[in-house]
Nanobody
Framework: QVQLVESGGGLVQAGGSLRLSCAAS????????MGWFRRAPGKEREFVAAITWTGGSTVYADSLKGRFTISRDNAKNTVYLQMSSLKPEDTATYFC?????????????????WGQGTQVTVSS
């Protein structure tokens, strides 16, 4: 089992930045791919970014490339999402997820463990 706890959300003005963190329990974290997803009010869950178990490969939603950066520190069992140039439409609950495989997926059904989410609100 892997337990995931997100942090770092909050209220930020448009154009600002936030860094989300996801702390994972479990000795096998370093072998799992990790992903970030988000759900805006009234919308479906949306893929944001994912990273392989080594951190050597990442994938992003096309609409977010250049503004969001995913990274991980396996020594700290933590994955990060650096968000910059935030827009009101980025307002959502952000979730991290892990899967029992080392390579990434953009499909939320491919992930086995989920955090509770952290709220990000971007004001205009």
């Amino acid at each position: 089992q892997v337990q995931l706890v997100e942090s770092g959300g909050g209220l930020v003005q448009a154009g600002g930045s936030l860094r989300l963190s996801c702390a994972a329990s479990g000795r096998t974290f370093s072998r799992y791919a990790m992903g970030w997803f988000r759900r805006a009010p009234g919308k479906e869950r949306e893929f944001v970014a994912a990273i392989t178990w080594t951190g050597g490969s990442t994938v992003y939603a096309d609409s977010l490339k250049g503004r969001f950066t995913i990274s991980r520190d396996n020594a700290k069992n933590t994955v990060y999402l650096q968000m910059s140039s935030l827009k009101p439409e980025d307002t959502a609950t952000y979730f991290c997820a892990s899967r029992r495989l080392g390579y990434t997926s953009t499909d939320p059904d491919a992930y086995d463990f989920w955090g509770q989410g952290t709220q990000v609100t971007v004001s205009s």
